[in-house]
């Protein structure tokens, strides 16, 4: 795992910026799973197994130029292990997200959101590891991104679970092509109302 800084200002102050409200950006901080690196001062996305250790580490620049900012896994990272909101049992169903800032918008839009993985990428390891340590959950939502990647994996993946017996639908943001895309125009929007 990178070196954690003194503070996660730059961190907090990135994804304020993108629209992440203040409570969720502290609940992730809180728990362990999000923080500010202290060499680059980037986001670290943690993904922890079912025990708790730590196994995966996402990386996400809080520069960007030109809307595009350094992205990347820690060396050694397990992409079967994804960051997550630790599962409720109460609860049978899982949210499943391409990104970890995708996840905190829409977790910033529904404050109630429980049980969500976001694979960090599109390849599924970490639904097929959070499935097995949650036998619980039956109903897996997709709510990947809206672009052609996102869309054909989502296809993909509605087939694979749903054969493999679970109850299997898709969330789309209303606007954009992104759950964090949406939270921004949403914002902006009620911004210009206001």
């Known amino acids: 795992m990178p070196p954690r800084n003194a503070d996660d200002r730059r961190v907090f102050a990135y994804l304020r910026k993108r629209g992440i409200a203040a409570q ?3 609940q992730f901080m809180n728990s362990g799973s999000l923080y500010e690196d202290a060499v680059h001062h980037n986001c670290v996305f ?3 197994d ?9 990386l996400r620049g809080t520069y960007d130029r ?3 900012g350094f992205r ?6 397990d992409k079967n292990i994804g960051f997550a909101i630790p599962c409720d049992p109460v609860s049978d169903q899982v949210r499943v997200f391409e990104a970890p800032i995708d996840l905190m918008s829409y977790c ?3 404050r109630s959101c429980c049980n969500a993985v976001a694979l960090c990428g599109l390849y599924d390891g ?3 590891t959070y499935l097995r340590n949650n036998p619980q959950i039956k109903r897996i939502v997709l709510c990947l991104d809206m672009d052609t990647p996102g869309q054909e994996t989502a296809e993909q993946l509605r087939k694979k679970y749903a ?3 679970y109850e299997i639908s898709q969330e789309k943001p209303h606007i954009g092509k992104d759950w964090n895309e949406y939270l921004q125009k949403e914002k902006h929007w009620k911004g210009a109302m206001n």
């Open 72 to 77: 990347g896994d820690v060396s050694g990272s």
């Open 163 to 165: 054969e493999m017996g």
């Open 108 to 110: 910033t839009l529904h």
């Open 50 to 58: 079912h025990t708790g250790q730590a196994r995966y580490a996402g």
């Open 24 to 26: 969720v950006i502290r």
């Open 126 to 128: 970490a639904l097929r």
């Open 46 to 48: 943690v993904g922890r």
């Open 66 to 68: 030109d809307g595009k």
